[in-house]
């Protein structure tokens, strides 16, 4: 397997559900007007109300990562209230109407006209948001950085990893940067790596006297690999595993390197500048690194990510605000960045 060749389109496919195409995602679902279809949904919520003529009708919510749905039981409202949970992913049948100035489907009349689904039946990806940017231009992105490598040494070591260990490689390229705070979707570490690197390489440009272009460039592309064994997927959606729970992801990064690094040739001291960029990429110790940057490689990178996590949390913060329909110029408060963030422009406010 070569990086950027023939496994970027294999990868991208699992990383898509391979159900879309008989069931699309509710966003295609929805231009379906006064059609029938099939629909496979997560329930968020269900409500069973009487109309004025006492009939019971069933409310519920569908939702996948592509928006929100209506769907209406008319016929079989008390039965599948009881069978069905929030939570349930649900195969169901109907049709897309207008009705009072939203979308919605309404249940067929049959018995079967919607069922819940056991886990093997659909990809938990389809519930699960994924990153905004072209994965496949990202893989290519990623390639390039490591091929403009010129230390044999250390490209060879990314190499092994990025390219040799196509488990790794298809677990780095869907898991997230992050569960609650940054790049919190699938390609969210393989968008957050590039974005490092990238900048970390403009930055060489300007100080060459002061930074090792190769350490720099790789200690970014490495600096967060341990996320990779620290999230997993699971019918909730994004959760950290056991081993990320009691190493964390700066431990296990460590861990990789050195494993891998027991394949190819490479001096102490590089690997050593390698393994020190892993553990202190948080830049402090309150914040989670057992050391504080000591190189300079080590320090432009963690200054870089933080960066870019946070640039990726005020996006993040706007879009949502946005996809609201909230028109004020103030977000709510962020714990995380501390601060409330400006959402309009300078010309909407005297």
């Given at each position: 397997?070569?990086?950027?060749?023939?496994?970027?389109?294999?990868?991208?496919?699992?990383?898509?559900?391979?159900?879309?195409?008989?069931?699309?995602?509710?966003?295609?679902?929805?231009?379906?007007?006064?059609?029938?279809?099939?629909?496979?949904?997560?329930?968020?919520?269900?409500?069973?109300?009487?109309?004025?003529?006492?009939?019971?009708?069933?409310?519920?919510?569908?939702?996948?990562?592509?928006?929100?749905?209506?769907a209406v039981d008319w016929h079989n409202a008390e039965e599948n209230?009881?069978?069905?949970?929030?939570?349930?992913?649900?195969?169901?049948?109907?049709?897309?109407?207008?009705?009072?100035?939203?979308?919605?489907?309404?249940?067929?009349?049959?018995?079967?006209?919607?069922?819940?689904?056991?886990?093997?039946?659909?990809?938990?990806?389809?519930?699960?948001?994924?990153?905004?940017?072209?994965?496949?231009?990202?893989?290519?992105?990623?390639?390039?950085?490591?091929?403009?490598?010129?230390?044999?040494?250390?490209?060879?070591?990314?190499?092994?990893?990025?390219?040799?260990?196509?488990?790794?490689?298809?677990?780095?390229?869907?898991?997230?940067?992050?569960?609650?705070?940054?790049?919190?979707?699938?390609?969210?570490?393989?968008?957050?790596?590039?974005?490092?690197?990238?900048?970390?390489?403009?930055?060489?440009?300007?100080?060459?006297?002061?930074?090792?272009?190769?350490?720099?460039?790789?200690?970014?592309?490495?600096?967060?690999?341990?996320?990779?064994?620290?999230?997993?997927?699971?019918?909730?959606?994004?959760?950290?595993?056991?081993?990320?729970?009691?190493?964390?992801?700066?431990a296990l990064g460590v861990e990789?390197?050195?494993?891998?690094?027991?394949?190819?040739?490479?001096?102490?001291?590089?690997?050593?500048?390698?393994?020190?960029?892993?553990?202190?990429?948080?830049?402090?110790?309150?914040?989670?690194?057992?050391?504080?940057?000591?190189?300079?490689?080590?320090?432009?990178?963690?200054?870089?990510?933080?960066?870019?996590?946070?640039?990726?949390?005020?996006?993040?913060?706007?879009?949502?605000?946005?996809?609201?329909?909230?028109?004020?110029?103030?977000?709510?408060?962020?714990?995380?960045?501390?601060?409330?963030?400006?959402?309009?422009?300078?010309?909407?406010?005297?």
């Amino acid at each position: 397997m070569q990086l950027g060749d023939k496994m970027p389109k294999e990868l991208v496919q699992k990383v898509v559900s391979s159900s879309l195409e008989k069931f699309p995602l509710l966003s295609d679902i929805m231009k379906k007007l006064n059609e029938n279809v099939e629909v496979v949904a997560k329930i968020s919520s269900k409500r069973l109300q009487e109309t004025k003529d006492q009939k019971k009708l069933l409310l519920l919510t569908l939702v996948d990562r592509s928006g929100s749905l209506r769907a209406v039981d008319w016929h079989n409202a008390e039965e599948n209230f009881e069978k069905l949970s929030e939570g349930d992913v649900i195969l169901a049948k109907g049709r897309i109407v207008y009705f009072e100035d939203h979308l919605q489907l309404n249940l067929d009349k049959s018995k079967d006209s919607v069922r819940v689904m056991q886990e093997e039946e659909y990809d938990i990806e389809r519930f699960v948001e994924t990153t905004p940017e072209d994965i496949e231009k990202l893989q290519r992105k990623l390639k390039e950085l490591i091929d403009d490598i010129q230390d044999k040494e250390i490209r060879n070591l990314l190499k092994e990893l990025f390219e040799k260990d196509e488990q790794f490689f298809s677990k780095f390229i869907k898991v997230p940067a992050g569960v609650s705070v940054h790049h919190t979707y699938i390609g969210g570490l393989l968008e957050h790596t590039v974005a490092v690197a990238s900048i970390c390489k403009k930055i060489w440009s300007v100080y060459e006297n002061a930074l090792n272009k190769d350490l720099l460039i790789a200690g970014a592309i490495l600096h967060d690999i341990g996320k990779v064994q620290e999230y997993t997927i699971t019918k909730k959606g994004f959760e950290v595993t056991t081993e990320g729970e009691l190493k964390s992801h700066i431990a296990l990064g460590v861990e990789i390197l050195q494993s891998k690094a027991k394949n190819v040739q490479i001096s102490k001291g590089k690997l050593m500048q390698l393994e020190h960029i892993i553990l202190s990429h948080h830049g402090e110790l309150e914040w989670g690194s057992p050391v504080v940057p000591k190189t300079a490689e080590a320090f432009v990178i963690h200054m870089v990510e933080n960066m870019d996590a946070k640039l990726a949390r005020f996006r993040s913060i706007c879009q949502k605000e946005k996809k609201n329909g909230n028109t004020k110029l103030w977000s709510e408060f962020d714990k995380h960045l501390q601060r409330r963030i400006w959402l309009g422009g300078f010309d909407e406010e005297d």
